[in-house]
């Protein structure tokens, strides 16, 4: 069950839903690290990581809908499972309901 829900939030932040903007792109890097800006040049360290700096750009800035996530090579451990509800999806991301159903 945990592994079919970070299957669906993976593929939730790597779909780009945005609307007349581009998305917001980050980067994930085994080598990365959390605090990072997720830029290419100085990437996140995990999926939560992503998610995170996604929840803090779309506060502060009011980014637009969608993102795109690129994860480098290597072995990503889940330490805590990353679950999230539809009301958050849709908040934090930007989804639609038919988006997540």
Known sequence: MKSRVLWALAFVLLMPWAVNAEPVQLYVSTLGDDAASGVEDAPLASLAGARDRLRALRSAQGVPDGAIV???EG???????????????????????????
């Open 75 to 101: 072995v990503y451990p889940v330490r805590k499972a990353v679950v999230e509800s539809p009301r958050v999806l849709r908040r934090v991301f930007g989804l639609t309901q038919a988006a997540i159903a």
């Open 70 to 72: 690129t994860f480098g």
